[in-house]
């Protein structure tokens, strides 16, 4: 499959083309690789005026980007503590924010050398931070060059490749493609903690739909011919069923990939500019709560803000099933 098939051209968007030249601009074309957009901005997945774009920026070196962003005074966070963090557990996420949060649009950025964005697509990664989003329908909006652009389209394609590395253990019986992206997503939004009601996996998948099906149909035919994966009429079944232990491992994976992508929670405090604002509004968005953080809450996040953080998550509105009754909770990774 060539790199135009794999990642999609944009929705013609100015704003997300004015973000991403004002980056490109300040941070410099040698330093910038490549910049994919992924997210409810990409699939049109209940966008409003206030929905960030959710942007990976692919850096060459993490030390010379934030001082780039440092010195055009779009990062008030200090240039060596960033890159120490962003090695430490990738991807940083950032805030981009040009012409100001109240003046223009927002970009979260995720920010990745080369190597930790080849780590986190490949079989052997640490976690399904980046599996889970960029397996999805994203769209590559800008590359240094045509090396650039067929290495990222690569990486994301090998990623989708092997996606049945993980969902198939949770596959039984015979299932459409349409079936099988719905369990990826369940599973990829399973593997985080998040604000969202769960009934959000169906509003991506909707969202998407035509795209994900036709993707999970190239993966099943690919599947098909290396003989993991069978026909059964209109339908697909794994040649071999899958068992316990394959499960059980799948499940430390994802268990690896919540702590994971907790730990990232408490670290965006730190690398995202206003990111106690952002989560605000975002929640006030997706949930309709609202959220006031005080000035001590801002002072001392990791001590005061745990009881607000367990309200939200208790008040989450019940997830819908495809037929839109209320279930309660989302179901156990298992089919």
């Known amino acids: ?18 973000l991403v030249r004002s980056l490109v601009a300040v941070a410099g074309q040698d330093q910038v690789r490549a910049v994919l957009l992924f997210g409810s901005r990409m699939v049109q997945a209940s966008p409003d005026r206030f929905s960030a774009y959710d942007l990976v920026v692919v850096a060459e ?46 970009a979260k950025v995720m920010v990745l050398e080369p190597a930790a964005l080849e780590r986190g697509l490949g079989s052997s990664a640490p976690d399904h931070f980046l599996k889970g989003r960029l397996v999805q329908k994203v769209a590559l909006l800008h590359a240094r060059d045509a090396e650039a652009a067929r290495w990222v389209g690569e990486l994301v394609e090998g990623a989708r490749a ?24 369940q599973l990829s939004y399973g593997g985080e903690v998040r604000p969202e009601a769960d009934d959000r996996v169906l509003d991506v998948f909707e969202a998407q739909r035509p795209w994900i099906e036709e993707m999970m149909t190239r993966v099943l035919e690919g599947a098909v011919a290396a003989g993991t994966v069978q026909r059964d009429g209109s339908a697909y079944r794994l040649a071999h069923a899958p068992d316990e232990r394959q499960r059980k491992r799948v499940r430390r994976y994802f268990l690896r990939s919540k702590a994971r992508a ?43 803000l745990w009881p607000k953080v367990a309200r939200v998550l208790r008040a989450r509105p ?10 309660g909770s989302p179901p156990r990774a298992q089919p």
């Open 162 to 185: 092997n996606l049945l590395e993980w969902v198939g253990p949770f596959l039984e019986g015979a299932f459409t493609p349409a079936e099988a992206a719905r369990r990826m997503l």
């Open 262 to 304: 907790t730990v990232r929670w408490l670290k965006h405090v730190v690398t995202f500019d206003n990111w106690l604002d952002y989560i605000a509004r975002k929640l006030e968005r997706r949930t309709g709560m609202r959220v006031e953080i005080t000035p001590w809450e801002r002072r001392l996040p990791y001590l005061l």
């Open 318 to 327: 019940a997830r819908l099933d495809r037929d839109g009754a209320s279930t």
């Open 1 to 18: 499959m060539s790199q135009a098939e794999t990642l999609l051209a944009p929705p013609p968007d100015p704003e997300a083309e004015r």
């Open 61 to 106: 070196r993490y030390r010379a980007f934030y001082a780039a962003l440092e010195r055009a005074g779009l990062s008030n966070r200090s240039p060596g503590l960033q890159a120490l963090l962003n090695r430490g557990l990738a991807p940083n996420v950032i805030a981009l924010a040009p012409e100001g949060w109240d003046g223009g649009s927002v």
